[in-house]
């Protein structure tokens, strides 16, 4: 579970490797129906374990954008503003696998400050895992800060 900052982050008080807190989010097999759900990605590979072997997966997987959504919270909630990221990019490097269990999947999110750019803006890296493996690469954010 992560805290949510009450005001955006002062640009003159990070500097290049500034840790911002981690953060770890749990998914299991309901977190994928909802946010299919919600986002309207039916797509068995991400609720059918059938389809997801007969495929070539080892399992039910995460969607990619929810892995993104979730990485990116660790920014948004060290900021307390969404809108202060005003660009986000990924590589989808590994799935996150999601077995059919109580546990479920962990994603594991850990951020630093890549480099000072002009405008008060800094470019945030983060680091996601799952299961040990690297899930999300060249994962990158502009934040504006205050």
């Not at 059918?48 to 997987?61: H, M, Q, S």
């Not at 994603?107 to 008060?120: C, F, N, P, Q, T």
Request: hydrophobic share 40%; charged share 25%.
């Amino acid at each position: 579970m992560t805290t949510q900052n009450t005001r955006v982050p002062s640009y003159d008080e990070v500097e290049v490797g500034t840790e911002l807190p981690a953060a770890t989010f749990p998914v299991t097999r309901a977190t994928l129906v909802r946010y299919a759900g919600a986002s309207g990605d039916f797509n068995p590979i991400h609720w059918n374990e059938r389809f997801a072997k007969e495929v070539g997966l080892p399992d039910v997987i995460a969607h990619g954008m929810f892995t993104m959504a979730e990485a990116i919270r660790v920014v948004t909630d060290w900021t307390g503003d969404p809108g202060t990221v005003v660009e986000y990019g990924v590589r989808f490097t590994k799935p996150v696998v999601v077995p059919d269990d109580d546990e479920g999947a962990t994603i594991e999110v850990s951020a630093k400050i890549g480099a000072k750019l002009d405008e008060r803006r800094v470019r945030v890296d983060l680091t996601a895992t799952a299961a040990g493996q690297k899930v999300l690469g060249m994962s990158r954010a502009v934040v504006q800060l205050g």
